[in-house]
């Protein structure tokens, strides 16, 4: 059904106009009334309709000023004149500012009435029919534009004359000029939430990746300067995050400025490898592949090995698999080595850990449905701490929390069990030799290749997991808790707290 509405301010004539025929016959139905050009004007704020009948001569505003200003916000709206003699010297006015057709209000007869509303809704339905088509075609065409523009990104075109065939071919809307590429790392839903409107304000172009990644294009036709050009991608790109935020977490990688469709391979690329630094330093922020080059050269991974956490997974005790765990994660998040070395290295520590799962009959089930759910997030390489945890909370299903000890030598057990009791006390390595009845040399290289850690490593980490606990009520002053847990002067306890912890007693105490 069509919406109608009629313009009058007659209560006679609208009566008439209303009553006279069954607008419902002819696919109408009257959805609002109006006094004169103003009242219609507002109403229209609030009311969609595909069909306006208006009397010329009104107050406050007539029907030729409605006409014009109905027409300027929505040329769709087709507008019937209503004349009588005395004005029908404005009908030729409101025909040329697009009313579609007129009737003499004295001689409205119904067959007029009905004969003018079969046309109106011909047109109409037909309009909307090439509007439907027009927006296919469109879609069509976006759909088009947005797989070349990924061709492009993804490097799949590598000729200057294929490029520029296709672009020709699919009225390509960007061309040489600045350029820049964001990638957006978000459920795609997050960036279509935002309008249309609101979308081209920020952007040239959003072409999707993957369900979660997006290319956000911004180009700069008219700009010769780099340096505004990227002050100003990286200005939009941080208005679309803070909009973006809102709704959703998001990440973002910055390229630098290029030129060209050509070159939109190794931008997309470099907004790649600025993204990718969520992996060290965490979601949901900006990160730009100028800063990445500001900062120094890539890293690799020398110098970081997992043997020193593997010989820890052997030994069975968790407290020396935390530690190495910490250690080897803290280097990755330090040297951020390149995203393959990275996901290799990943994925040999946790063969090594399927491999330990095996070797002591502890791969059940539930340990098999944990361990794919932590390769998948490896593999989508999600923050390195949160790896970290899902790591060793997998490596405590292996582990068991009453027999870790029992994989280790009675020398090492009965080390252990000293330190734990006495840990409040000044221990040292001689005095702890002295009470196992072993040289303080042979002790030390022994529970270095047993634990992975040496003695002071192990006695300073439960010394703090002892801390943490004290820490939690606030009646207990840093300078007392360093004594009950066997540090000898507050400043070392609160060094080695921040390095285990990685944040001071006083952030602890504030956020736990």
Not at 82 to 87: Q, T
Not at 306 to 316: D, N
Not at 474 to 497: D, N, R
Request: charged share 25%.
């Amino acid at each position: 059904m069509l919406n109608a509405m009629i313009v009058e301010d007659n209560a006679i004539y609208r009566y008439a106009i209303k009553t006279i025929i069954r607008w419902e016959d002819y696919g109408f139905q009257i959805v609002c009334e109006a006094l004169n050009g103003v009242h219609a004007l507002d109403l229209l704020q609030h009311q969609q309709v595909d069909l306006i009948v208006t009397d010329i001569s009104m107050p406050e505003m007539n029907g030729i000023d409605l006409i014009q200003q109905v027409k300027q916000k929505d040329a769709s709206i087709k507008i019937v004149a209503l004349s009588s003699f005395d004005d029908f010297r404005f009908v030729k006015e409101a025909l040329k500012l697009g009313a579609e057709d007129y009737l003499l209000k004295h001689d409205l007869e119904p067959s007029a009435l009905q004969q003018l509303l079969e046309q109106m809704s011909g047109k109409i339905m037909e309009d909307h029919k090439r509007r439907k088509q027009a927006s296919i075609r469109d879609a069509s065409f976006q759909e088009v534009r947005s797989l070349l523009g990924r061709k492009l990104l993804l490097g799949e075109l590598k000729r200057a004359e294929d490029i520029e065939d296709q672009v020709s071919a699919v009225h390509f809307p960007i061309h040489g000029g600045p350029t820049a590429v964001v990638v957006v790392d978000a459920n795609f839903k997050v960036l279509a939430d935002c309008s249309k409107e609101e979308q081209t304000a920020y952007s040239n172009m959003v072409i999707p990746i993957s369900e979660r990644r997006t290319a956000v294009i911004i180009y700069f036709p008219n700009e010769k300067s780099e340096h505004i050009c990227l002050e100003e991608t990286l200005r939009q790109a941080s208005l679309l995050y803070t909009r973006m935020k809102k709704i959703g977490t998001v990440t973002m990688g910055i390229s630098s400025i290029g030129y060209g469709l050509k070159d939109w391979a190794v931008l997309y690329k470099q907004a790649e490898t600025a993204l990718d630094q969520y992996v060290y330093e965490g979601a949901g922020q900006l990160y730009a592949f100028t800063s990445l080059q500001i900062n120094g050269k890539v890293e690799t991974l020398a110098g970081i090995t997992i043997q020193p956490l593997v010989a820890a997974m052997k030994s069975g005790l968790f407290t020396a698999i935390e530690s190495q765990t910490e250690h080897l994660f803290q280097g990755l998040i330090q040297k951020k080595p390149p995203i393959p070395e990275l996901r290799n290295l990943l994925a040999e520590l946790m063969m090594q850990l399927k491999t330990l799962a095996m070797e002591r009959n502890r791969y059940s089930d539930q340990f098999d449905q944990a361990y794919k759910q932590v390769s998948q997030v490896m593999e989508a390489l999600q923050p390195l701490q949160q790896v970290k945890q899902l790591f060793l909370n997998l490596n405590k299903q292996i582990v068991g929390n009453k027999a870790e000890h029992m994989l280790m030598r009675k020398e090492i057990q009965g080390a252990i069990a000293y330190m734990e009791e006495h840990y409040a006390e000044d221990i040292t390595v001689a005095r702890l030799a002295d009470v196992l009845h072993l040289s303080a040399n042979y002790l030390s290289n022994l529970f270095k290749s047993e634990t992975g850690m040496r003695i002071v490593e192990y006695m300073n980490r439960y010394r703090i997991q002892k801390a943490k606990q004290l820490l939690q009520d606030p009646a207990w002053k840093v300078y007392e808790v360093a004594e009950k847990t066997g540090f000898q002067e507050t400043s070392y306890f609160c060094k080695v707290f921040k390095e285990l912890e990685g944040k001071t007693v006083k952030e602890f105490r504030r956020n736990g």
